[in-house]
């Protein structure tokens, strides 16, 4: 069984989905469609672009949604009865959540960008009255960082924003805080504490105006039914219809992603081949550290693409 899922901000590089747009037209007319549809030139930003725009999380999302379902539409074309009739479960780490939305059907290609042109700029300007920020904990279990949480002391100190991995979790939290969480966290074990370069504390408190808006605009879309099941990063559980979809839509960005508990539910499923498409390979990454039984395969570059036939 095979599941087939889609990385989120920080998979972003520059010149990234290149050989898939020289090489298939269908691409190009992806990239010149969510370029008409969101009026930001994504191409230029993705291949030629020396202001850093594709670090800019306005921009990052969209670039990377662009990237991923290019190639995810390629795949489709090309390999319909070997990978596309096959798949069992679709998922995405945060904004990858939409893009496997859309390669569920249930968004169009231009209703998907353009929320998240509307979601990355939404996030990127939610830092406006409190500067808020992330820091990766690596080396502290997921039930350690949640006693300490517990603590009345610590009450409202920090969010889990993410559960990576095993002995990998990222928070949200004041910038201000900073200093006093990381001795915290490392007095009670955690290895290292990595700042992350984002704009603000995503899934967490700090994105509730954010998450209004995002809800608008969800709300202005009929989302159709999903040709697969979704796991959503919210409740680590399936969708299986539009309604269920969209409700773990709204509650995404205040709330953590469980990516471990998506692996886990993928385990529990008998899914024993997991295809990350998109940019870069975090999340194969991180997953071979959830549980090593998985047969893991990635497709960035067209290279990937000739082998995706045996590799399934």
């Not at 489709?76 to 069992?88: E, H, P, Q, R």
Request: proline letters at 2%; charged letters at 25%.
């Amino acid at each position: 069984m095979l599941a087939i899922i889609f990385p989120g901000q920080g998979s972003q590089y520059q010149g990234m989905g290149k050989d898939f747009y020289d090489n298939f037209p269908k691409v190009k007319d992806i990239f010149e469609e969510i370029s008409d549809e969101t009026k930001i030139d994504v191409k230029n930003i993705i291949f030629n672009d020396k202001t850093n725009k594709l670090n800019s999380t306005e921009f990052t999302q969209i670039c990377i949604f662009t990237v991923s379902i290019s190639i995810f539409s390629i795949i489709k074309d090309l390999y319909k009865n070997d990978v596309y009739k096959n798949i069992s479960f679709l998922a995405g780490h945060s904004l990858g959540e939409y893009t496997a939305i859309c390669a569920a059907d249930s968004l169009k290609i231009s209703e998907c960008s353009l929320l998240l042109k509307k979601r990355g700029k939404y996030m990127q300007n939610s830092n406006s009255t409190i500067e808020s920020g992330m820091l990766a904990i690596i080396g502290l279990e997921i039930e350690t960082i949640e006693s300490i949480m517990k603590d009345n002391s610590n009450e409202d100190l920090f969010e889990i924003a993410n559960h990576n991995g095993l002995n990998q979790i990222v928070i949200s939290l004041k910038k201000v805080n900073f200093d006093r969480v990381e001795k915290l966290l490392k007095d009670k074990g955690a290895k290292k504490i990595v700042p992350l370069n984002v704009s603000s504390g995503f899934h967490s408190k700090f994105m509730a105006e954010a998450n209004d808006k995002m809800i608008n605009q969800i709300d202005q879309i009929n989302f159709n039914e999903p040709k697969f099941p979704i796991v959503s990063n919210y409740s680590a559980n399936f969708a299986i219809n539009s309604n269920e979809v969209t409700l773990n839509l709204k509650k995404q960005m205040l709330n953590r992603v469980k990516w471990v508990d998506t692996i886990k539910l993928f385990k529990k499923n008998n899914v024993n081949q997991i295809l990350e498409i998109g940019p870069n390979k975090i999340l194969n990454g991180l997953n071979k550290r959830i549980d090593s039984d998985f047969k893991f395969i990635n497709l960035t570059n067209c290279e990937e693409l000739e082998n995706l036939k045996n590799e399934l």
